[in-house]
Structures are given as C-alpha cells and as structure tokens.
C-alpha cells in the first residue's frame, strides 16, 4: 500500500477555484491508478474523478464534468484535483484514494489505499 497526504482544502465562495493535492509515498506510485472521492455531511461516499496509471485515462462524475479535472505527476508521486467554478453543494471532505492497478474505478471499494481528508467548504 502507499500513504498518501491531501492537502489544499478550504473555504471559498461560490464560483471560486481550488486546487488539492494528494502526496503519495513510496516508489511504486506509478502502478496504482488513483481517484478523489468526496463525502458530505449525512452522505455516502462518493465518486469525484479518477485517472490511470499513465494518466492517459481519466474518469468523472457528470457532477463535475467540465468543472474539475484530475492529473497526475509520477515523477513527484503526485496526484491533483483542479476545481473551478465550485457550487455549494461541491462542499465535503475530499479523499484520495489508490489501487495497485493500472485501470481506474469509479466504486470505493475498490481502492485500498486512503488519505485522511481535505475540508472542501464553499459558500454562496
């Protein structure tokens, strides 16, 4: 398994930006596909965006299509989700996740590494 390290959450208003990063350690990175989920008060877990290995694939959720935009960097074990134009309901902690494969998955379960969370709060 990787350990992995959000960071880059915050409060912003409706229509603003963040940027959160997700740091990885160990020197397998580049075989796990990774994703961003998020989990809002009272909420399930849910399914943000995910990317392959090679970050030639990359997945999202139709509530955040053309809004956010998953990458990645192998060189620096690092995995980013770029938010823009952020809605109010986009507000919940946002969790990296990994899996020792080279596809990506839409579904939790399916990843066996997680980090501890980033607060995402946006106001309207």
């Known amino acids: 398994q990787v350990q992995l390290v959000e960071s880059g959450g915050g409060l912003v208003q409706a229509g603003g930006s963040l940027r959160l990063s997700c740091a990885a350690s160990?020197?397998?990175?580049?075989?796990?596909?990774m994703a961003w989920f998020r989990q809002a008060p009272g909420k399930d877990r849910e399914f943000v965006a995910a990317?392959?290995?090679?970050?030639?694939?990359?997945y999202y959720a139709d509530s955040v299509k053309g809004r956010f935009t998953i990458s990645r960097d192998n060189a620096k074990n690092m995995v980013y989700l770029q938010m823009n134009s952020l809605q109010p309901e986009d507000t919940a902690v946002y969790y990296c996740a990994a899996r020792p494969y080279s596809v990506a998955s839409i579904m939790a379960k399916d990843y066996n590494s997680w980090g501890q969370g980033t607060q995402v709060t946006v106001s309207s």
């Open positions: 990317i392959n290995l090679s970050g030639a694939k990359k």
């Open positions: 160990g020197r397998t990175f580049s075989t796990y596909a």
